[in-house]
């Protein structure tokens, strides 16, 4: 299944974007799905991720509450609303294949393009 990412771009500090990634194929059969960030300061780190039917959620104790991952199967569709975004939140955010946890993020090879969020006022 290949990943598209869309949705990023420059927003003032406070501001929001709506991440998307369209998949090639049936997200459902691929189970559980994942949002991570490249940032200069903290390299790889996982955001969420989501079961196959979208019951059931996780996410690192420090991004809890900041944003919410969702997925949308009839679609082949996943979702991470950002709010409340920060300059610290600047980098790179890829969906991907696959659960992660902390401080463990899905293989690379699973990952999407990628699509770029720059906080700055």
């Known amino acids: 299944v290949q990943l598209v990412e869309s949705g990023g771009g420059l927003v003032r500090p406070g501001g929001s974007l709506r991440l998307s990634c369209a998949a090639s194929g049936d997200i459902f059969r691929v189970g559980a799905m994942s949002w991570v960030r490249q940032t200069p300061e903290k390299g790889s780190e996982w955001l969420a991720t989501?079961?196959?039917?979208?019951?059931?959620?996780n996410y690192p104790a420090s991004l809890k509450g900041r944003f919410t991952i969702s997925r949308d199967n009839s679609k082949n569709m996943l979702f991470l609303p950002l709010n409340g975004l920060e300059p610290a939140d600047t980098g790179a955010y890829y969906c991907?294949?696959?659960?992660?946890?902390?401080?463990?993020?899905?293989?690379?090879?699973?990952w999407g393009r990628g699509t770029q969020v720059t906080v700055s006022s």
């Open positions: 989501i079961n196959d039917n979208g019951y059931h959620t």
């Open positions: 991907a294949s696959g659960p992660g946890r902390a401080q463990v993020v899905p293989p690379r090879r699973l």
